[in-house]
C-alpha cells in the first residue's frame, strides 16, 4: 500500500474539462431516456431522447478518451517524443510547461552528465494536482534530483541566454496559450534559446500545424507533423525541429 502511495503521479490533463464531460454525459443520457414523446402544434416530436442519448455517449467517448490518455497514453506519448532524439547523454534539456514532470523526468533518466530544467506556471486547471510540491516529489521519487532544476517561468519570456539547450522539449503546453500570437512569442523563445546544430520535439492538439510554422518562421528545420492518434488514444500529434 505504502508502495503505491509512493508511485510518480503525472496527473489528468484538463481535469475541468474530464470532469465536465462525465457530469454532462450521465445527465444527457439520464434525460434521454426519461423524455417522453411529445406533439407540438400536431407533430409529433420523437428526436429530443435519442439526441439527448447521443450528445450523452459523445460526452462519455471524449471522458474515456481523456482518462485513457492520462492512465496509459501520456506514458507512450513520452517515449514516443523522447525516442525523437538521438541522446548522448550529455545534453542540456528544457521542458517547457512541465506541469509534474512527465517529460523532465524522462528525459533526465537518458542523461549521464547532461541537466534538464523544467519551466512551468503551474496552471491547475491544465493538470490536476500542477505544482512545484507535485513534480519536486515526483523527481526524488524517480531518483533523478541530481540532473534536474525547477522554476516557475512562463514560456512567452524565458530567461534564458540565447543557445542555451541542446534539446527543448514540449508537451501539450503551448494550445494552453490562446492568444495565437502569443503563443507564437513562445514558439520563438524556444527557437532562441535552443543552440545552433539543437532538436526540438513537440506533441500538441491540433494547433501543432501553427506552433510548427512558428518555429519555421524563427529560422528552425521544421520536419514533418506525424499522428501520434494511436499512441495517446486520443487526437495528438508531434512534430520535431533542428536548427
Ligand atoms: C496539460 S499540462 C501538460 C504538462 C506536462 N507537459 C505533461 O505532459 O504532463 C500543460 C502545462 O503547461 C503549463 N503552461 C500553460 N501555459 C504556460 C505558459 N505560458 N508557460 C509555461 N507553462 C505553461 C501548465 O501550467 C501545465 O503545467
Not at 103 to 114: D, F, M, P, Q, Y
Not at 161 to 179: G, K, R
Request: one cysteine or more; proline letters at 3%.
Amino acid at each position: 500500500m505504502r508502495q503505491k502511495f509512493l508511485q510518480p503521479r503525472y496527473g489528468i490533463d484538463a481535469p475541468g474539462v474530464v470532469r465536465g464531460a462525465l457530469l454532462s454525459g450521465i445527465a444527457a443520457i439520464l434525460a434521454g431516456a426519461l423524455v417522453p414523446p411529445f406533439r407540438i402544434v400536431n407533430i409529433d416530436i420523437r428526436f429530443v431522447g435519442p439526441l439527448l442519448i447521443a450528445v450523452g455517449i459523445a460526452c462519455l467517448t471524449l471522458f474515456t478518451s481523456m482518462m485513457a490518455y492520462a492512465l496509459f497514453g501520456k506514458f507512450r506519448v513520452r517515449d514516443r517524443l523522447l525516442g525523437a532524439v538521438s541522446w548522448r547523454g550529455d545534453e542540456q534539456v528544457l521542458d517547457v510547461g512541465t506541469g509534474r514532470g512527465l517529460l523532465l523526468v524522462g528525459a533526465a533518466k537518458r542523461l549521464t552528465t547532461g541537466h534538464v530544467v523544467g519551466i512551468d506556471i503551474w496552471q491547475t486547471r491544465d493538470l490536476s494536482g500542477n505544482g512545484l510540491a507535485a513534480v519536486t516529489a515526483n523527481v526524488a521519487r524517480e531518483g533523478v534530483a541530481d540532473r534536474v532544476a525547477l522554476r516557475t517561468e512562463d514560456a512567452r519570456s524565458m530567461s534564458f541566454a540565447d543557445a542555451s539547450f541542446d534539446v527543448v522539449l514540449s508537451l501539450l503546453c503551448l494550445h494552453n496559450i490562446e492568444d495565437v500570437a502569443e503563443r507564437e512569442r513562445a514558439c520563438g523563445e524556444i527557437a532562441r534559446v535552443l543552440k545552433p546544430g539543437g532538436t526540438v520535439v513537440l506533441g500538441d492538439y491540433a494547433t501543432l500545424g501553427k506552433q510548427a510554422a512558428a518555429l519555421r518562421e524563427a529560422g528552425l528545420h521544421v520536419g514533418e507533423q506525424r499522428s501520434l492518434v494511436r499512441v495517446a488514444l486520443g487526437p495528438m500529434w508531434m512534430v520535431t525541429a533542428n536548427k
